[in-house]
């Protein structure tokens, strides 16, 4: 099993800026890659971005390119979405997920652990 524990989630204004935190506990040796997936109110959940555990592979939605991105550090598990130049169209619940399969994916069928959640708020 792999816990996953978001953090850094908040209320900002358009055009700010917010770094989110998934620490990864467990089993994580286990783990493939691990992706930011977000929630909005009536909305189904969506893609955001995806890094091997290894740090060499990334992937984003085309919405959030050259506004965030996606880090690990693996010395202490966690990986980081920064966020920059928000919208209030970025508004929505943050989700961390992990997967162990040898592949890189952006459906959220293909990651089997899951955190909590964080939210994150983006005024006009």
């Known amino acids: 099993q792999v816990q996953l524990v978001e953090s850094g989630g908040g209320l900002v204004q358009a055009g700010g800026s917010l770094r989110l935190s998934c620490a990864a506990s467990?089993?994580?040796?286990?783990?493939?890659?691990m992706a930011w997936f977000r929630q909005a109110p009536g909305k189904e959940r969506e893609f955001v971005a995806v890094i091997s555990w290894n740090g060499g592979i990334t992937n984003y939605v085309d919405s959030v390119k050259g506004r965030f991105t996606i880090t690990r550090d693996g010395a202490k598990n966690t990986v980081y979405l920064q966020m920059n130049s928000l919208k209030p169209e970025d508004t929505a619940v943050y989700y961390c997920?992990?997967?162990?399969?040898?592949?890189?994916?952006?459906?959220?069928?293909?990651?089997?652990?899951w955190g909590q959640g964080t939210q994150v708020t983006v005024s006009s």
């Open positions: 467990g089993r994580t040796s286990s783990v493939y890659s």
């Open positions: 997920a992990a997967r162990t399969s040898l592949s890189i994916r952006r459906d959220q069928r293909s990651y089997e652990f």
